[in-house]
């Protein structure tokens, strides 16, 4: 399956510490030669400071071989440059351990207001605070990314956020979270990163649009581990137009990360219409994308049993949505029956199991909860093996009930959003 492996597109956007993880998945698929992956791994290395890890990719693609000599001047270089900006930062980190620095942090705020009590009773600097980003910049190059979040964060949290390494500042502690797979704490990073793009006035249309490139596929790590993460990534890359732009013009493969997670999503009704419009307008295809066409544009109940086996393969050799996999084929299974039985007044049971790869048994109970979950007016005639639908459609009550039952989680939602940004003085 290695036609619909998007790991060469993904990686384009990334940064090359969330590129390890998924060369590491696709060794455990065996979709590719071992030592091929091996030995792009180890290219990667090359751009590293993590020398010791280079060293044992190095060993496992030459047994017996020593390493080359330049890797061994390299650790050594690599040591010399963190005992020189360990020393440099421990001043600051000395400085941010007082509990006077912490009580002015905590209660203000504004950077601006902290930077001026930190000048008047510590004469800092410019250049310490810059000797922070360089030494957290450091740590996460050689791999201890929680010492890399904690100096960002610092620099963060005092410098003006037009400085010099604001930026990198923000995407190397996203990066750091997403690698200690600190899900909440990265949900929190990827909300303020898209905050602080959206009021960067010095950057170009163009450059807005790769910063939300390069912040989608980064998402994806979050979106797919956070408990409420396929829910937000349908609201954030389908529902808001500055981010589907960037999709559609920038990274069409990511369709198929929307597509999965409207399948999977409760609020599937939500997005489904809107997920149709955007496919149909584009040309880039996969299993899970023609699976979404062939129910809903087509009508074709042969071509989406064949396109969800496909799927299956896809979703299992994919790192992002691999976890998905019971999720999507249980709801697939309720897309199919349920949009089948919307459109037929009378149903054999052992047909749509055949639909469903499914035992009749099986497919009769499952067809009593998929009645249940979607509201429909239909009846079980077990003794003659038929579904049978009533012809009365959805009370208009009960439309405006589905439509708004969600409003107060998303009110909630936005309450917290203006809170967090008050509090942050964004």
Known sequence: MAQYDLTNQLSEYMDLHLVFPLLEFLSTRRIYDEASLTESKYQLLQNTNMVDFTIDVFRSLHPGEDAPAALGEKREDVVRQ????????????EIFSKQDVTDVAEKNRDSQELWNYLGENYNFQREQLE???????????????AI???????YRNIAPADSKFYSSAQWGKLASE??????????????????????????????????????VHWGLFVYFNHPQGRDKLIDDFLHQKTYLNAIQTMCPHILRYITTAVVISKRRRDGVKELIKVLQQESYKDPITEFVESLYVNFDFDEAQSKLKECTT????DFFIVGCLDDFTENARLIIS?????????????MLADKLNMAPAEAEKWVVNMIRLAHLDAKIDSKNGYVVMGGTSTPIYQKLIDKTKDLHLKANSCCQKVDKKLALGI
Do not use: P
């Open 178 to 215: 997403i690698l200690q797979q600190n899900w909440d704490q990265a949900m929190d990073e990827l909300e303020r990163l898209k905050d602080n793009i959206m009021a960067a006035v010095h950057l170009t249309q163009s450059e807005v649009l790769i910063q939300r490139a390069w912040l």
């Open 82 to 93: 963190l005992n020189y900006l360990q020393q440099r930062s421990s001043q600051v980190i």
């Open 148 to 154: 890399a979040s904690s100096h960002l964060d610092i």
């Open 314 to 317: 896809v979703i299992e050799n």
């Open 338 to 350: 349920e949009i089948f039985c919307r459109i037929h007044q009378r149903i054999e049971i052992d």
């Open 131 to 145: 000797d922070v980003f360089h030494y957290g910049k450091f740590m996460y190059d050689v791999g201890n990314y």
